[in-house]
């Protein structure tokens, strides 16, 4: 097996195109995007070489430190925030990523759209629900979805084009991706961001566009904190 970035990101490419054909699906409707977080500039660059164009990132701090340069060298590259967005972020984030996909609370819709207007940038925002009520998790919770995605259209004037979610890591996905498409469909919005390296194939069948994929196409992250490997 090819263990180069190029060879990992060739298998996934073709593992999604066989799974939108298994549910008759075209493999042109799902995107992926290239979760780069944890691994350096050369990672992100060696991807970028092999043609990938979306990539995520999950923290504001880390993705200023490698973007800016690569972003510069190759203007194609387009750059969503995956992880949880604090308001006091809010300025970076607007200036350097190309979409929001953890659009989770009322203070920070109000902070994204008062600086989409100072800055005239307007990053696609995607709407994170925590469809498993997990108390550590981001995400609005599903019942209060609803109404927070139609304030942060009519009221606040975002750009939302659709959701997103991680499902509980200890529960079958499936059922979560199911409301978070029927959610979706519910509102008229056109992107549904679900399924990463352990669950894609189950997002694709329930209608996933965009799949967000790191460890199977950087390997493993380093570990958080620093420990002798043996
Ligand atoms: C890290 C992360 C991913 C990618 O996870 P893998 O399991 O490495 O594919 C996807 N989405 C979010 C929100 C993440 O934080």
Known sequence: MDGTIAGRLARVTAEIAT???LWDRDPAGIDLVAVSKMHGAEAAAEAIQAGQRRFGENRVQEAQGKWPELKAAHPEVRLDLIGPLQTNKVRDAVALFDGIQSLDRESLAEKLAA???RQGRRPACLVQVNT???LQKAGIA???ADAFIRRCIEVHGLPVE???CVPPADQAPAPHFALLADMARRHGLARLSMG???DYAAAIRFGATEVRIGSAIFGARPPLVSSSSA
């Open 142 to 144: 599903p019942r209060e």
């Open 19 to 21: 799974e939108a054909r």
């Open 162 to 164: 659709g959701l997103m």
């Open 115 to 117: 600086e989409m207007a």
């Open 132 to 134: 498993g009520e997990e």
């Open 196 to 198: 990463m390296s352990g």
